[in-house]
């Protein structure tokens, strides 16, 4: 009502300003304090779990897939009561959380599906690929979401036998929330053109998010997003905390270590309070993976941070929705990803033609981005300049994408140099040995410290024949042995 008024308000002066030109500046500030009065009442604190039907549709109406991230980042950064937790109650089913703070929080929800099962060997995929050391660090906490009781039952039973010592030692927590706690999730609306089912699916799977972030948010520094039908890579821990390391002091929202939904999505716990929110407010609206890439770009993260390999694979047949297939799989996802290439810091050149902003320099990092030059010719190359001699043990290079696979390089040699010349801008190896050819756009050599005899201060990827397709160089991969002193 008094929104309303202050509206009414606005319009008066509006008509009075018509009518008493003698008095613009009056009414001018009289139109300026209205407006501070409705930006007032629009920045008011929500309240915790609820928000005024009034607002609720104005949160509708900007949670639609065109959303515009920077026209809201401010205020949802500045709402205080995103960093409260959820007030709801958890029954634990198995375990307790330790006093001790970990590094890394894995959470998981689960639901009864309709063909397979395969929240046993995401378990233990994250238990046997983790060495004795990383298990220290580690908290899994698994939410059984389903309102079937009895399976709930049968779940904490098969998992209390299976991984009854890591519950002990309280790296592995099993929690369920009541029905109650749940919002309304009949007569939704069908965004989309989505079924009923479909909609009340996805709803309630935001909703069973929510409530696991709430629970998790102080357990550990960093949270990992996983789904119930995952495998992971060998050391996968070791791999987060290498790339986490190499991101201090570079503002992140999120890091994705799996190209698919929200397998592998890295949070700082202190986010999780506010995406947990985030969910619930918009939780009728759309498909969580949908949901996440606005969190991020609400705060500011504009781009996708992910990197290669995937740490994380699906693994599943048959969906939780309907018991469907599901065949997705993460063609960047290795086994033993541990093995993450140490890229040296090095200068990156060329003299093809680049294809607008797909510079040198993306082929050489970890990040999901790649060099995109147009059609090569003979003598082509793509140079590295390592700043200090290194000895190499593995080198890795791959042309080429899934939806370009035309794109890679049919005929080319890679080969490493010795003794700099130049200035250091055009600094290359006066002397070149070619290591072999490309084969179906690839090339992998190991062992090469024993191969190579001097320290390598260049490499170089040579176009040995013209081509009409372009050229993408999707990852270069270095891995070093020692670092010579010069």
Same mark, same amino acid.
């Given at each position: 009502?008094?929104?309303?008024?202050?509206?009414?308000?606005?319009?008066?002066?509006?008509?009075?300003?018509?009518?008493?030109?003698?008095?613009?500046?009056?009414?001018?500030?009289?139109?300026?304090?209205?407006?501070?009065?409705?930006?007032?009442?629009?920045?008011?604190?929500?309240?915790?779990?609820?928000?005024?039907?009034?607002?609720?549709?104005?949160?509708?109406?900007?949670?639609?897939?065109?959303?515009?991230?920077?026209?809201?980042?401010?205020?949802?950064?500045?709402?205080?009561?995103?960093?409260?937790?959820?007030?709801?109650?958890?029954?634990?089913?198995?375990?307790?959380?330790?006093?001790?703070?970990?590094?890394?929080?894995?959470?998981? $929800?689960?639901?009864?599906?309709?063909?397979?099962?395969?929240?046993?060997?995401?378990?233990?995929?994250?238990?046997?690929?983790?060495?004795?050391?990383?298990?220290?660090?580690?908290?899994?906490? #698994?939410?059984?979401?389903?309102?079937?009781?009895?399976?709930? +039952?049968?779940?904490?039973?098969?998992?209390?036998?299976?991984?009854?010592?890591?519950?002990?030692?309280?790296?592995?927590?099993?929690?369920?929330?009541?029905?109650?706690?749940?919002? #309304?999730? +009949?007569?939704?609306?069908?965004?989309?053109?989505?079924?009923?089912?479909?909609?009340?699916?996805?709803?309630?799977?935001?909703?069973?998010?929510?409530?696991?972030?709430?629970?998790?948010?102080?357990?550990?520094?960093?949270? #990992?997003?996983?789904?119930?039908?995952?495998?992971?890579?060998?050391?996968? =821990?070791?791999?987060?905390?290498?790339?986490?390391?190499?991101?201090?002091?570079?503002?992140?929202?999120?890091?994705?270590?799996?190209?698919?939904?929200?397998?592998?999505?890295?949070?700082? $716990?202190?986010?999780?309070?506010?995406?947990?929110?985030? =969910?619930?407010?918009?939780?009728?609206?759309?498909?969580?993976?949908?949901?996440?890439?606005?969190?991020?770009?609400?705060?500011?993260?504009?781009?996708?941070?992910?990197?290669?390999?995937?740490?994380?694979?699906?693994?599943?047949?048959?969906?939780?929705?309907?018991?469907?297939?599901?065949?997705?799989?993460?063609?960047?996802? +290795?086994? +033993?990803?541990?093995? @993450?290439?140490?890229?040296?810091?090095?200068? =990156?050149?060329?003299?093809?033609?680049?294809?607008?902003?797909?510079?040198? $320099?993306?082929?050489? $990092?970890?990040?999901?981005?790649?060099?995109?030059?147009?059609?090569?010719?003979?003598?082509?190359?793509?140079?590295?300049?390592?700043?200090?001699?290194?000895?190499?043990?593995?080198?890795?290079?791959?042309?080429?994408?899934?939806?370009?696979?035309?794109?890679?390089?049919?005929?080319?040699?890679?080969?490493?140099?010795?003794? @700099?010349?130049?200035?250091?801008?055009?600094?290359?190896?006066?002397?070149?040995?070619?290591?072999?050819?490309?084969?179906?756009?690839?090339?992998?050599?190991?062992?090469?410290?024993?191969?190579? =005899?001097?320290?390598?201060?260049?490499?170089?990827?040579?176009?040995?024949?013209?081509?009409?397709?372009?050229? @993408?160089?999707?990852?270069?991969? #270095?891995?070093?042995?020692?670092?010579?002193?010069?």
């Amino acid at each position: 009502v008094t929104l309303l008024y202050a509206f009414l308000h606005m319009r008066h002066n509006l008509k009075y300003f018509d009518k008493m030109r003698c008095l613009r500046k009056r009414s001018a500030v009289s139109f300026l304090g209205v407006l501070v009065i409705c930006l007032l009442f629009m920045n008011l604190y929500i309240e915790d779990g609820y928000v005024l039907e009034g607002d609720k549709q104005l949160i509708r109406e900007t949670a639609t897939h065109q959303l515009n991230p920077e026209r809201y980042v401010h205020t949802f950064k500045d709402l205080s009561n995103f960093s409260g937790s959820i007030n709801i109650s958890y029954r634990y089913l198995a375990g307790t959380p330790l006093p001790r703070k970990r590094y890394l929080t894995i959470g998981l $929800s689960s639901v009864k599906r309709k063909k397979g099962n395969y929240l046993l060997e995401t378990i233990k995929s994250i238990f046997e690929q983790s060495s004795y050391e990383e298990l220290k660090e580690i908290a899994v906490v #698994v939410q059984l979401a389903d309102f079937d009781s009895a399976w709930c +039952e049968g779940m904490v039973q098969d998992i209390s036998q299976k991984f009854a010592h890591h519950i002990i030692a309280g790296r592995l927590i099993v929690i369920h929330v009541p029905e109650e706690y749940y919002p #309304v999730l +009949e007569g939704l609306k069908r965004n989309y053109n989505d079924p009923e089912d479909r909609v009340k699916f996805r709803s309630k799977q935001n909703v069973d998010y929510a409530f696991l972030l709430n629970f998790c948010a102080n357990l550990s520094d960093y949270y #990992v997003m996983l789904e119930d039908d995952v495998r992971c890579s060998k050391n996968f =821990l070791t791999a987060v905390k290498k790339v986490i390391t190499s991101r201090e002091g570079s503002y992140w929202v999120t890091l994705e270590f799996s190209k698919l939904g929200y397998i592998g999505k890295l949070y700082h $716990s202190h986010d999780l309070p506010r995406l947990a929110h985030f =969910l619930l407010m918009f939780y009728q609206e759309m498909p969580c993976d949908w949901l996440l890439i606005h969190f991020r770009g609400l705060l500011a993260q504009k781009e996708v941070i992910r990197f290669k390999p995937s740490l994380f694979q699906h693994m599943g047949y048959y969906s939780s929705y309907k018991g469907a297939e599901n065949k997705l799989k993460d063609d960047d996802f +290795e086994e +033993e990803s541990f093995d @993450i290439p140490d890229n040296p810091p090095a200068n =990156l050149h060329t003299n093809m033609n680049v294809f607008e902003n797909y510079e040198a $320099s993306k082929a050489y $990092s970890s990040i999901d981005e790649y060099f995109w030059g147009k059609a090569p010719s003979t003598g082509d190359f793509y140079g590295i300049v390592f700043e200090k001699p290194i000895k190499i043990s593995k080198i890795k290079v791959v042309t080429g994408t899934e939806d370009r696979q035309n794109d890679i390089l049919q005929h080319g040699a890679l080969e490493v140099g010795e003794k @700099i010349i130049g200035s250091k801008k055009g600094r290359q190896c006066t002397t070149y040995l070619r290591l072999g050819e490309f084969k179906n756009g690839n090339f992998e050599i190991t062992d090469l410290e024993h191969k190579v =005899l001097f320290d390598i201060n260049c490499m170089r990827i040579l176009v040995t024949k013209s081509q009409k397709e372009w050229l @993408i160089i999707r990852s270069i991969s #270095v891995w070093t042995s020692q670092t010579s002193v010069q």
